[in-house]
């Protein structure tokens, strides 16, 4: 079965600078994507970023980076020149050939002004 | 908002009591999802909807009942519930069947406290 570990429960970070939420996972397929989802407050889940195992570019959405370590099994969220409203939990999840998502435990980032 | 709506947002009910959760999707997916939130662990599925049929349900108790009338609309019916089952609920969607579009869209979530 596939794992999602986020080893950082909490995060706090400047407003303007730059954090990176770590997540390893755990599996033995070859073809799966992986998302990262924000919560704010307003408890909407909201997907931030999302990368197909088989593409080696990380992806990038405006503020959002991933680094992507296929072999490391590592899957990391860089957050750059953060604001106010990034303040939520994040969660990393995985999705294999099942269709299945598989979710982390999440990292809740605070925003200091 | 995305295209997901859920309610109540909250409800508060008693363990002898019978409610119904209620979600609706305007996406055009053609599967459903009921998860449960509870703190400090990861969001457990309960259950799968796809194309009305019913293709998942992770063990759940048989005091959650859902039901799938069609693919726009999802309900989690309670009854003689428990303290532990307080938790939020959140429904997603998704387009099944398509890797690179089956991506899940959340709603807000209800809030249920079980006293």
């Known amino acids: 079965a596939q794992t999602v570990t986020q080893s950082q429960p909490e995060m706090s970070v400047q407003e303007a600078e730059t954090v990176t939420l770590s997540c390893t996972y755990d599996?033995?397929?070859?073809?799966?994507?992986l998302f990262w989802y924000k919560q704010p407050p307003s408890r909407q889940m909201i997907l931030v970023i999302r990368?197909?195992?088989?593409?080696?570019q990380n992806a990038t959405e405006n503020r959002f980076s991933v680094n992507f370590q296929k072999a490391a099994k590592s899957f990391s969220l860089k957050i750059s020149d953060s604001q106010l409203g990034d303040a939520a939990m994040y969660f990393c999840?995985?999705?294999?050939?099942?269709?299945?998502?598989?979710f982390g435990t999440g990292t809740r980032l605070t925003i200091i002004p | 908002e995305t295209g997901v709506t859920q309610t109540p947002r909250h409800l508060v009910m008693g363990m002898t009591n019978k409610k119904s959760l209620k979600c609706e999707q305007h996406l055009g997916h053609n599967a459903m999802y009921w998860y449960k939130q509870s703190a400090k662990k990861p969001l457990e599925l309960m259950f799968v909807y796809n194309f009305k049929e019913q293709t998942e349900n992770n063990s759940v108790p048989s005091r959650f009942s859902p039901e799938c009338p069609n693919s726009s609309h999802l309900f989690l019916h309670l009854h003689t519930l428990q303290p532990e089952d307080s938790a939020l609920y959140l429904c997603a969607s998704s387009h099944r069947g398509d890797l690179a579009k089956n991506i899940q869209y959340f709603g807000a979530g209800t809030r249920l406290s079980v006293l």
């Open positions: 999840a995985y999705r294999g050939t099942n269709e299945k998502l598989t």
């Open positions: 599996t033995s397929e070859s073809d799966y994507y």
């Open positions: 990368q197909e195992a088989y593409k080696q």
